[in-house]
């Protein structure tokens, strides 16, 4: 690999950094200049200020949050690789279900809170399956898209070679969907994380919407936006590991991107 090429990478992978602190350093400057106040808008330097010395108290609403995130995100990935699988390699499954799903997908999910609520009372359950019902749609679309664009030819070339159309789910139309599922897991990751703080904001006693609701209650702005500086990390953090196992088992399919950036 050129030297000219690794430095492309680099300056292109510092972008998001250099972009980051361009608007900090503008936010805490229109804070300063303007004297807008603290309760209102807080400066980044105070919102980093109250994250660091009140970490310890917010880093079990934390854990809460990514644990129930990351349940109620793996329950979404179950139930979208099924269904997706389903749609994508039937066409009666497709006109029986897509319609409901595009209706399901269309209700606001802070409508069916109160429901779960209803049905599992307040706590960590409700939150489980927001971040579930939120999340699990982008993946039903994206896994049936990557098995709708298997070619009929190779379909047809699979059977007259004897594979049943279980053995062409499996070994052709599944792992020729893994670039279209990984798309949908850098997606859904994110929405899997809106309805988990949906969910703590309205029924929970725990988690970064729990601190983000008493934070404003109390008028500590600056917390509150510390809550969801972190909820932010954690995302992109998430979005990055999601985004490493992409290029480790779909890698064959970013290989136009590295051969656009060698051109240049």
Do not use: C
Not at 249 to 257: E, I, V
């Amino acid at each position: 690999m050129s030297t000219s090429l690794l430095t492309n990478r680099y300056v292109i992978k510092a972008f998001p950094v250099v972009f980051v602190l361009i608007i900090f350093i503008a936010w805490e400057l229109l804070v300063v200049l303007t004297g807008i106040k603290s309760v209102i808008l807080p400066p980044p330097s105070a919102v980093i200020y109250d994250l660091v010395t009140k970490f310890p108290l917010i880093w079990p609403h934390a854990v809460q949050t990514l644990y129930t995130t990351m349940v109620g995100f793996l329950g979404a990935i179950v139930v979208g690789v099924l269904l997706g699988a389903l749609i994508g390699s039937s066409r009666l499954a497709y006109e029986a279900f897509y319609p409901v799903l595009i209706g399901f997908s269309s209700i606001p999910k802070v409508a069916v809170v109160p429901i779960f609520v209803l049905w599992f009372g307040v706590g960590t359950i409700p939150a489980i399956l927001t971040s579930l019902v939120i999340s699990f749609f982008p993946i039903v679309v994206n896994v049936a898209t990557g098995l709708a664009t298997t070619e009929p030819e190779l379909e047809d070339v699979l059977r007259a070679l004897g594979a049943k159309k279980r053995d062409i789910l499996l070994k052709v139309g599944l792992p020729r969907a893994m670039p279209y599922f990984f798309a949908s897991l850098k997606i859904s990751v994110t929405l899997a994380f809106v309805g988990t703080v949906l969910s703590e904001t309205v029924a929970a006693n725990k988690g970064i919407g729990n601190v983000m609701m008493v934070a404003s209650a109390n008028y500590q702005t600056a917390l509150a936006f510390g809550a969801l500086l972190l909820l932010a990390i954690m995302g992109v953090i998430l979005y990055g590991v999601f985004a490493w196992l992409e290029t480790r088992f779909a890698g064959w399919s970013q290989r136009k991107n590295d051969l656009a950036l060698q051109s240049h």
